[in-house]
């Protein structure tokens, strides 16, 4: 593991930063926190492994001085679009890269376990090791990792300033990344309204996946809650629920990292990404933009060219 | 012969005010004969439409919403249709996978003299819509 060489990076950026945002172990082995080191004797609580799930690149736009911060490289896609929005200022912030094999979902370990409490988590090789009051489980990283990690095409960040390790390729297909969205094309639209008919229901609108968005940076000035305009109302409807998801995409047709972060938080399960990704995929389509990959780009929304190769004139 | 007139439904069209809205007026002036299931809202420019306008008509009622500007190249502002018209397409092809069918929407471009074509354009979209029947069922 790296998580020794992560912190000998982090005590030498320390001295030319605020802060360095990484990882620290939560209130039992299985969960993970974000921590804001600022001092030296802090450095000994960063933990690194595949638990590390969250994206720190998120608190990057809030950040007033010069930070460090650890990204895997889903999470560096964040920060290229950042940079595409000019969101932030690239000289402000140190990004300290980590080669990602894959990380895990605390639910699906959960599941796994029965949900009981957690005394020891261990990671070997390829799996991970859980001890709980009832006796010891082993699970294969790939049967607990969160859909985004099957069809990885980033294992290594696009942008860093330090690495700590050796850079991977990606040993997945292309394809892979747009799989789940071409088997629900390949289904009828009735078939695809009653999915996410049954998926939306479930949910409570806590708005916790716009919480955890990196890309929802309007945060408390977010159109689902403002009085003014009023575009959602506090009705307990499926339309209701459906708008703010369609909220959601909208403001993140072009722009979605795909970091997962929005199905990581959400508490009913719901697939929240799956509109995002098919837009992404059109967005391929029609502009060959795939979104916090190259900080030169434009996000396509954002410009225009005046004779469109890909969009046609629809006839009634 | 007496024929009975099929059920009204509700479509709602947004027109730019410069170009669209003065193709329906024209239409109007020029006495050519259109549905009038068409409920129009004029807005300054076709950049003025967010695709959210057009979910929430969708989800609140409309059975088929029309947005209709000037001509890419025409527009009172410039640039306005050509961001519009990116934003329309994305829309256009993610209203299909949510499961709402696509033909309920379709986004045009119709100039301020062309009276003619304004009134193909409305009876063409009700006449499409009305062959996918209401949108809610009441």
Known sequence: MSTQKLKEIIKQ????????ICWQEGYDKLNVTPIFITSPEQVDQVVWNPLCAQNLASYLPSQKKKVAVAVKGCDSRTIVQYMQEGLIDRNNVVIIGIPCKGTVSKKKVQKAIGNEPVEDVTFTDGSIKVKTPSGEKTLALADVCPTKCTSCQFPTPIVYDQLTGDAIKSDKPPESVYADVTELEGKTLEERKAYFASQFDKCIRCYACRNACPMCVCQDSCIAETRD????????????????????????????VECGECERVCPMEIPVAKLKKKINKEMKDLFDYTPGVNPEDKPPMYTFNVDEAKIKEHKL | MSEVAPKEL???????????????????????????????IRVPCSGRVDPMFVVRALLTGADGVLVSGCHPRDCHYTDGNFYARRRLEMLKRLLPFMGIDDKRFHY???????????????????????????????
């Not at chain 2, 027109?15 to 020029?30: E, I, K, M, P, R």
């Not at chain 2, 979209?125 to 029947?133: D, E, K, R, S, Y």
């Open chain 1, 13 to 20: 950026v320390l001295p030319d930063v605020e802060t360095v």
């Open chain 2, 108 to 138: 045009t471009w119709v100039s301020a003299s062309e009276g003619q074509k304004w009134q193909q354009v409305v009876t063409g979209f009700t006449n499409q819509v009305h062959a996918l029947g209401p949108m809610h069922q009441k």
């Open chain 2, 10 to 40: 509700r479509i709602v069209g947004f027109l730019c005010n410069w170009c669209s809205y003065g193709g329906a007026d024209t239409a109007g002036v020029g006495r050519f004969k259109q549905p009038t299931d068409l409920r129009i």
């Open chain 1, 229 to 256: 305009p009023h575009w959602i109302t506090q009705r307990n409807s499926l339309d209701e629920k459906v708008m703010f998801h369609m909220i959601h995409a909208l403001h993140l047709a072009g722009r979605c």
